[in-house]
């Protein structure tokens, strides 16, 4: 216990250290990175709205935790002083890898762990947040939040990556060994929200393609659209907002939508109406505790099952949640959640999806 406490003081200074490591770095370069594909205009979603420097929310009451309550949550609230919150390694299935990269036109998802996603479309691969990192913080997750569920899969054993979809800087979802790594075996497009390309260009990988909320590009016959999301952004004490964060849908023969890390807002209708029906919508169940701080930020299990509604998705798949162990509820609290809601609402629960990770689905 003390041990974990400390870790979780030398993660605060790890942060201190990293906000003075990149006081001087520049996040916003501004022009087209690598051989940019045309960046076409989607009608009915809204840009991310900015002041000064930072972006903003769409809802003008946004308002997060002040880091003194989010700072006084890390070091003293959290639940890894409360025996049942303990986390245990979720059973995992190993991915029939010879199908997938077999598969030319059947859409499937597979989990990987947290808010990673392995998507098939039209013959098409492509991942969401990947994160294969056994400790999720800075310095190449020298420091960090540990991953107690293993990865079902490889990153080399993965079928060919044709791009990877990025919801925001935050480490648990943009992972810098992670990244490196799929760049350097399968040089994917990385399909990424506003100031994340100039993120990865200084980190060498040029193959990007940046966006604002409402706009979109065709990757490998698939339309890729960016879309609002209600969250933050930041690797350290000086760069909060200035990246970007997003949700993102896919388009081609069916619908796709990943949520990225989210709390409840209208934005789910508006995608809802400007992109719907989805055949399929990924959305976090994990990490909506406390309420007081994540709120504004994260949905709960009930919200989740409420933005499907609100985006006309068919199929609802369950991610951010078994993983890393950054949540204050206790880790398998979102499934009974999940499965309350489910019941209360009517819903046909198999249309509502938690996997394990590493298990395939068709969608
Ligand atoms: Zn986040």
Same mark, same amino acid.
């Given at each position: 216990?003390?041990?974990?406490?400390?870790?979780?003081?030398?993660?605060?200074?790890?942060?201190?250290? /990293?906000f003075?490591?990149?006081?001087?770095?520049?996040?916003?370069?501004?022009?087209? !990175?690598?051989?940019?594909? /045309?960046?076409?205009?989607v009608?009915?979603?809204?840009a991310?709205?900015?002041?000064?420097?930072?972006?903003?929310?769409?809802?003008?009451?946004?308002?997060?935790?002040?880091?003194? *309550?989010?700072?006084?949550?890390? !070091? +003293?609230?959290?639940?890894w002083?409360?025996?049942?919150?303990?986390?245990?390694?979720?059973?995992?299935?190993?991915?029939?890898?010879?199908?997938l990269?077999? %598969?030319?036109?059947?859409a499937?998802?597979?989990?990987?762990?947290?808010?990673?996603?392995?998507? #098939?479309?039209?013959?098409?691969?492509?991942?969401?947040?990947?994160?294969?990192?056994?400790?999720?913080?800075?310095?190449?997750?020298?420091?960090?939040?540990?991953?107690?569920?293993?990865a079902?899969?490889?990153?080399?054993?993965?079928?060919?990556?044709?791009? +990877?979809?990025?919801?925001?800087?935050?480490?648990?979802?943009?992972?810098?060994?992670?990244?490196?790594?799929?760049?350097?075996?399968? %040089?994917?497009?990385?399909?990424?929200?506003?100031?994340?390309?100039?993120?990865?260009?200084?980190?060498?990988?040029?193959?990007?393609?940046?966006? %604002?909320?409402? *706009?979109? +590009?065709?990757?490998?016959?698939?339309?890729?659209?960016?879309?609002?999301? #209600?969250?933050g952004?930041?690797?350290?004490?000086?760069?909060?907002?200035?990246?970007?964060?997003?949700s993102?849908?896919?388009?081609?023969? *069916?619908?796709?939508?990943?949520?990225?890390?989210?709390?409840?807002?209208?934005?789910?209708?508006?995608?809802?109406?400007?992109?719907?029906?989805?055949?399929?919508? /990924?959305?976090?169940?994990?990490?909506?505790?406390?309420?007081?701080?994540?709120?504004?930020?994260?949905?709960?299990?009930?919200?989740?099952? *409420?933005?499907?509604?609100?985006?006309?998705?068919?199929?609802?798949i369950? !991610?951010?949640?078994?993983?890393?162990?950054?949540?204050?509820?206790?880790?398998?609290?979102?499934?009974?959640?999940?499965?309350?809601?489910?019941?209360?609402?009517?819903?046909?629960?198999?249309?509502?999806?938690i996997?394990?990770?590493?298990?395939?689905?068709?969608?």
């Amino acid at each position: 216990m003390i041990a974990r406490t400390a870790r979780r003081t030398l993660l605060v200074f790890a942060l201190l250290l /990293a906000f003075a490591h990149s006081a001087g770095e520049t996040t916003l370069a501004a022009g087209p !990175i690598g051989a940019t594909p /045309a960046i076409i205009a989607v009608d009915g979603l809204s840009a991310a709205p900015r002041a000064g420097r930072a972006f903003k929310n769409l809802d003008p009451e946004y308002k997060r935790a002040s880091y003194y *309550q989010r700072l006084h949550s890390l !070091i +003293v609230g959290g639940t890894w002083l409360v025996p049942e919150s303990r986390v245990t390694p979720l059973a995992t299935v190993a991915p029939d890898v010879r199908a997938l990269r077999e %598969n030319g036109h059947d859409a499937t998802v597979t989990w990987i762990g947290h808010s990673t996603l392995l998507v #098939q479309l039209d013959g098409v691969t492509f991942l969401t947040d990947p994160t294969w990192a056994e400790k999720s913080g800075p310095f190449g997750g020298l420091v960090g939040v540990r991953r107690y569920t293993p990865a079902p899969v490889s990153l080399e054993d993965l079928p060919p990556i044709d791009f +990877v979809l990025i919801s925001h800087d935050h480490y648990d979802h943009l992972d810098e060994p992670t990244v490196r790594r799929l760049a350097r075996i399968f %040089n994917p497009t990385f399909v990424v929200p506003l100031g994340i390309g100039s993120w990865l260009a200084d980190r060498g990988i040029t193959n990007s393609v940046e966006l %604002n909320w409402g *706009q979109s +590009v065709k990757v490998k016959g698939l339309t890729v659209v960016c879309t609002p999301a #209600q969250h933050g952004s930041g690797r350290t004490l000086v760069d909060q907002g200035h990246r970007l964060w997003a949700s993102w849908a896919v388009l081609g023969s *069916q619908r796709f939508y990943f949520a990225g890390d989210t709390g409840y807002y209208s934005h789910f209708k508006e995608i809802g109406d400007a992109l719907g029906p989805f055949d399929l919508a /990924a959305l976090p169940i994990g990490s909506y505790t406390p309420r007081s701080i994540a709120r504004p930020g994260h949905i709960s299990p009930e919200e989740a099952l *409420q933005a499907s509604t609100d985006l006309r998705a068919a199929r609802f798949i369950g !991610i951010h949640w078994g993983t890393f162990d950054l949540a204050r509820e206790p880790y398998r609290e979102p499934l009974a959640r999940i499965a309350a809601e489910v019941g209360r609402r009517g819903l046909d629960p198999a249309a509502v999806w938690i996997p394990k990770p590493g298990e395939t689905l068709p969608w």
